[in-house]
């Protein structure tokens, strides 16, 4: 269980664990150096019951991190990844493994799903749609399926196999590392779940935006967006989950032409899911494309060479999923600052002068447009 200053939620999220039906369950809390009295409630849970241990990280290593610890710990058959406010039916675990034993070919089994507010009102039940039952014994079909289908949380915090687990690559720092995650899974086993909502979700999920921003790597270190050593795949979080899949696929324990048939379809895929949503993304990144090639032209070499990189990782995923937004001209534009910038840190290093950059290297590559 991942937690992290949860007072309020985390004992009943302990006690869903604790009272499962299922006989022989290990608890172990990953505390992400709470600063509430979270710890408090932990260590009183730890000395009542012998199963339950506490992993406190000495930092805030922020939530994917302590996915991925959550995952890699313990050496159990079977591992199941939980949050900290969420709550699970008493038998989630039995009904899971229970279709996991039956399975040997099953990585991962998940529940239906439900909201529910503070006052434990049901306000939303997940559709049937949301479930993933990626059986087909083709890999490639799996994971198309996962990508057709995965939509909500409850069909993540699913009983994984442990085997099937060690196969995955390490999570990315990616707006939609839990799709990505997912659709890895799939090539190393099949996805089922069991109908009845025994997830229990409080409050539902966040707005998108806000999950892509706290999904980059410094996001989940502290580092403000604004800094100019920051991401900024947190501006198109749609295109950059569709684009994740092409950069796990690409190092999937799969035979190379496997992995490009892979590759090819997440296009086709996330444009037939997302078209709108990513067109929104591209346009809202063409405006705010010239601001961000001010502050390359204007900062320090390593600043502006650490921006270009950032700047043209967004820009490749756009490319790759909107090829008719053509982001050609933009990518050339980094290109020739990128460039620039080389010069002149060279310039520096041997002692010459160096013109200082001005923001006008912008006209060259609209020029070429």
């Known amino acids: 269980m991942m937690v992290y200053n949860c007072v309020d939620t985390v004992g009943a999220a302990i006690e869903s664990v604790l009272t499962q039906t299922w006989p022989d369950v290990a608890l172990t809390l990953f505390d992400n150096a709470s600063t509430d009295g979270t710890m408090h409630v932990l260590e009183g849970y730890a000395a009542r019951y012998p199963s339950i241990h506490i992993h406190r990280n000495r930092c805030n290593a922020g939530p994917i991190a302590n996915i991925q610890r959550a995952l890699w710990f313990g050496d159990a058959d079977y591992v199941m990844p939980k949050t900290s406010d969420d709550v699970i039916a008493p038998d989630y675990i039995e009904r899971l493994i229970s279709v996991l034993m039956a399975h040997p070919s099953c990585a ?40 057709q289908r995965y939509t909500s949380a409850p069909s993540f915090w699913g009983v994984y196999r442990r085997a099937a687990v060690d196969r995955l690559s390490t999570i990315r720092y990616r707006p939609g590392f839990d799709h990505a995650v997912a659709a890895e899974l799939a090539l190393y086993g099949e996805l089922r779940h069991v109908p009845e909502p025994l997830y229990w979700r409080r409050g539902g999920g966040k707005p998108v935006m806000l999950l892509g921003r706290g999904a980059t790597e410094q996001g989940n270190r502290g580092v403000p967006l604004d800094d100019v050593l920051s991401e900024q795949r947190w501006r198109t979080p749609m295109i950059t989950t569709a684009y994740a899949h092409m950069e796990v696929f690409a190092a999937a324990r799969l035979p190379v032409h496997q992995r490009i048939a892979l590759m090819r379809s997440v296009p086709e895929i996330f444009r037939a899911r997302w078209l709108v949503f990513m067109q929104r993304e591209a346009a809202d990144l063409r405006v705010v494309f010239p601001d961000l090639l001010d502050r390359m032209a204007t900062a320090e070499p390593v600043e502006a060479m650490w921006l270009a990189r950032s700047v043209t990782d967004v820009l490749l995923g756009a490319q790759a999923m909107l090829p008719e937004a053509d982001f050609a001209a933009d990518l050339l534009a980094i290109a020739a600052l990128s460039g620039e910038v080389s010069r002149q840190a060279g310039s520096r290093l041997h002692g010459d002068e160096a013109p200082h950059l001005v923001p006008a290297c912008r006209s060259a590559p609209a020029q070429i447009a």
């Open 108 to 147: 991962m089994c998940h529940a239906g799903g439900l909201v529910f507010t503070a006052t434990n009102q049901v306000i939303h039940v997940y559709p049937p749609e949301h479930r993933l039952d990626a059986t087909d014994p083709d890999p490639v079909e799996r994971a198309r399926h996962v990508m």
